[in-house]
């Protein structure tokens, strides 16, 4: 499933892998000027190559290197000759690509291996200098844009909701938490999410997202210190885990986020992936 929708110069590819007519996840990438900013899954790749082929566009910059973020770019390549720029850490990664597990297969698909290039401190989108900001958390790769003239901020997946309940196991809160109070220094106008589309008012979204995470860090702190396990603690905080939990054998689930915020209470951090 491919939707396409416009705001000013950006216009947005919101993109689903679909069964029986209806969409799992969603994400969504954007193009400005004659550049794309991520481009999606593997399983909308083809419909990708379709709508960019009628689009003149020429390259595709990225902010990490998932699976929903990278997996057009082998179709995009072959098909169209387009460029792949993204940061040094996340060519490494796409010029190599690891077997997801399962369930990111069946929602996304696999994505191909690609040559990129890597792109410095400025990366050149349109006719602007948009500068590539080091947010990892979420990813080790990851990597905002910025625009300093109209504080324009494609946020691939760092700030994704005010109020996030689910993680992988690989993402560690306080990494994620520093990031986002480096997105408040940047002061930007609105904020353009892979799945939240656009956000206005921005910094007061990521204060709220902020806010939801050190407030959720203190009573799992406080319940932890009574005796609680994180499960009771996940329960008593934020309720039952839905299907991804058990779709993903507990690698994306709420009580994920409370063992990686009580980590952060006591100090602790984790690799990412």
């Known amino acids: 499933m491919l939707e396409v929708s416009t705001h000013g110069e950006i216009t947005r590819l ?3 892998r679909s069964f029986g007519g209806r969409s799992l996840h969603s994400v969504s990438a954007y193009l400005l000027g004659d550049t794309l900013i991520d481009s999606g899954c593997p399983a909308t790749a083809d419909e990708l190559v379709d709508w960019c082929r009628r689009h003149d566009v020429r390259r595709v910059v ?6 929903d973020h990278t997996g057009g770019d082998a179709a995009l390549v072959a098909r169209l000759g387009l460029e792949i720029w993204a940061p040094a850490a996340t060519v490494a990664i796409v010029g190599s690509f690891y077997r997801l597990p399962w369930y990111r297969r069946l929602v996304w698909g696999q994505p191909q291996s690609v040559a990129a290039r890597p792109f410095g401190e400025v990366v050149r989108i349109g006719d602007t200098g948009f500068r590539a900001i080091p947010t990892p958390g979420h990813a080790a790769d990851h990597h905002c844009l910025f625009d300093p003239e109209r ?4 946020s691939g997946d760092l700030f994704i909701s005010s109020r996030v309940t689910h993680v992988r196991r690989s993402e560690d809160a306080a990494t994620i938490l520093s990031s986002l109070r480096r997105l408040l220094e940047l002061d930007p106008e609105f904020v353009i999410c892979s799945h939240a589309g656009f956000v206005p008012d921005a910094c007061a979204a990521i204060e709220r997202r902020i806010a939801f995470w050190e407030e959720l860090a203190g009573r799992a702190a406080a319940l932890a210190a009574a005796g609680c396990s994180p499960r009771a603690i996940r329960r008593r905080l934020l309720g039952s885990e839905g299907a991804m939990m058990l ?3 507990g690698d994306f689930s709420k009580t994920n986020l409370i ?3 009580l980590a952060m209470a006591g100090g602790g951090a984790r690799a990412l992936v």
């Not at 990225?62 to 699976?67: A, D």
């Not at 504080?151 to 494609?154: A, E, I, S, T």
Request: with cysteine.
């Open 14 to 16: 919101w993109m689903a």
């Open 62 to 67: 990225h902010t990490h290197h998932h699976e």
């Open 259 to 261: 063992r990686s915020l």
């Open 247 to 249: 779709l993903s054998c």
């Open 151 to 154: 504080r324009w901020l494609f």
